[in-house]
């Protein structure tokens, strides 16, 4: 009877798969071992260097595999073993729609922060010092500027397919109880792994209670499309363009870091302006602009989805909080 009970408490009998609290803890664990040894190894390439605006072009396409590569194998490591899903399940459709969906991503993306910087132009908080600006002047400008797009597309990719598409998805399913009812499960899940996101960067250079605050509630305006579709198309896009345009184009701080704008940006700017506003240090996340910004993307986003969910009476994209395909399949 104990035997039993220990069972049930770790093992899911009928699904035959580990509980998802489980899952999550192994892939958390997965994750991190994964990207401690890339960054290692990393590491001792390029020691004394390290991530600095002096480290070698060559360094940041290896950061960029560094920051993927941990997102894309334990996903697939806990999706095919433990989870017995495809990355289809996690968001990842690759259809006709899906594709236009991350084109509207993107463009969303270029669109916000375009919205944040005129703005702040338009109130005299920003100044613009240079163009196509390039810290090692014999560098191609252009090679640079598409490094660090490289870096953030495995940003994107990573980030949303390991907080929204692997914990948003397990989290609803594991919330997913009588009393709950997968409704409430995918809003628990939706939540909690917003606040995740945020967490993740409360450590970051000039982090504030409103930086902090305003990446959660980003988190919440990057699941709206998995919650409502199923698909990681929008947040993808928005996540690649959003930083990279905030970073390399407009000359901002990304979450508190500045390497990449003090590489290579299109604008060179300076900041000034009430820092509540603006986010002063930590870039454009740590003001009320960005609050506006996540507003208004949520507003664009809802209008977009319309046409997909109009034969959608749940709203809710409902599978997200079930594992419901034959046993025999997964193995």
Known sequence: MKINLLQNIFWNTE????????R???????????????????????????????APLWFFPILAVVILVPGLLSVWLAG???????????????????????????GLGIILIAFIFLNQLAFGWVNIKDIFFVLHPKEL??????????IFLCVGISEELVTRGYLLKNLAEGFNL??????GAII?????SSVVFGLLHIDNNNATFLSTLNITIGGI??????????????????????????????GFPVSGITIPSEVVTVLKITQSGPEIWTGGAFGPEGGLLCSL????????????????????????HLPLAYFNRPISKQQ
């Open 15 to 22: 699904q035959a798969r580990i509980r998802a609290g489980y």
């Open 24 to 54: 999550l803890v192994l892939l958390i664990i997965a994750y991190i071992a994964v990207g401690a040894g890339l960054e290692f190894i990393l590491g001792s390439l390029t020691n004394p260097i390290g991530f600095t605006i002096d």
């Open 80 to 106: 095919r073993f433990l989870d017995r899903r495809s990355f289809k399940e996690f968001g990842l459709h690759f259809n006709r729609q899906w594709w236009i969906d991350l084109i509207f991503g993107m």
């Open 141 to 150: 400008f252009i090679l640079p500027l598409f490094i660090f797009l490289f």
């Open 178 to 183: 009588k009393v709950i009812g997968p409704k």
């Open 188 to 192: 628990i899940g939706w939540i909690l």
């Open 221 to 250: 305006f990057f699941g709206i499309c998995f919650v409502l579709t199923g698909k990681l198309a929008i947040p993808i896009g928005l996540h690649i363009t959003w930083n990279f345009f905030m970073a390399n184009v407009f």
């Open 293 to 316: 910004a996540i507003l208004l993307g949520i507003i664009l986003t809802l209008i977009w989805l319309r046409p997909q969910l109009k034969h959608n009476k749940e709203m809710l």
